[in-house]
């Protein structure tokens, strides 16, 4: 594999970014990778090689550059930890900022000789699920396929809430939920999949069964890989089939 850590330039500053594409001649879609509220880490970077292995660019950034180099050891997490994470969740999970980051990961991509012009796909979990929304919804014109798994707060009282977002979305998308997860309530996703229905949006939404909130993520305790692998299926469909 063709891997490095780039640093992409934005408005607001240098935002550390995992590039990673088959080490082999030839142009590769785009996808762009946005992380879960642990942040950026090997884990994740391991689950970017894999789909760069498809046949895929993949552009992995920390989305929590603006507060600084943010690492956390996973393994000792307790109480202070957990109330850290959550201080990040809350400086990230802004609507206008993930536009602009994304912009910024479109504009880097497309000046890779690596990166095959035309769509863009992208995938975010837990904390990134909304995110898929709000850069499909920014970006109709380039985003084509939006995978989103046990994604939080799709439906809240703010005005970025993504259900508000999801009818200028273009994308065909895929939305993978735990049945056991407290943070991804039923009843919120029936009414995002009711926004998604009568807005027209392809899309699919699935609950994996014996599954609980991070069942995607090989290093967590709840990782599940029957469940896992089926996501990564849906996944690699998504991409095939809207970004060739």
């Known amino acids: 594999m063709f891997e490095r850590e780039v640093s992409i330039t934005t408005r607001h500053g240098r935002m550390t970014t995992f590039a990673v594409c088959p080490d082999e001649q030839g142009q590769w879609p785009l996808i762009l990778f946005y992380m879960d509220a ?19 660019y993949v552009l992995m950034p920390d989305l929590y550059y603006r507060i600084g180099t943010v690492r956390f050891d996973l393994p000792r997490r307790e109480e202070t930890m957990s109330a850290v994470v959550k201080a990040c969740i809350q400086h990230a999970m802004n609507r206008e900022q993930i536009i602009d980051d994304t912009g910024a990961a479109i504009a880097y991509g497309d000046a890779q000789a690596q990166v095959k012009e035309g769509p863009v796909g992208c995938v975010g979990y837990c904390m990134g699920g909304p ?18 798994l046990y994604g939080v707060r799709l439906v809240n009282e703010l005005e970025q809430s993504p259900h508000l977002w999801i009818g200028k979305v273009e994308a065909e998308v895929y939305f993978g939920f735990a049945d056991h997860d407290p943070a991804s309530p039923r009843d919120k996703v029936e009414i995002f999949t009711r926004a998604m229905e009568d807005a027209g949006v392809k899309h699919q939404v699935e609950w994996l069964t014996d599954t609980e909130h991070g069942f995607c993520f090989p290093e967590r305790g709840h990782y599940n890989p029957v469940a896992a692998e089926l996501v990564w299926t849906r996944l690699f469909g998504l991409w095939e089939r809207n970004l060739g």
């Open 38 to 56: 642990p942040g950026y880490r090997e884990e994740l970077k391991n689950m970017a090689r894999r789909i760069a292995k498809q046949g895929y």
């Open 131 to 148: 995110f898929i929304t709000w850069a499909a919804a920014a970006y109709p014109d380039r985003i084509k396929a939006a995978g989103s």
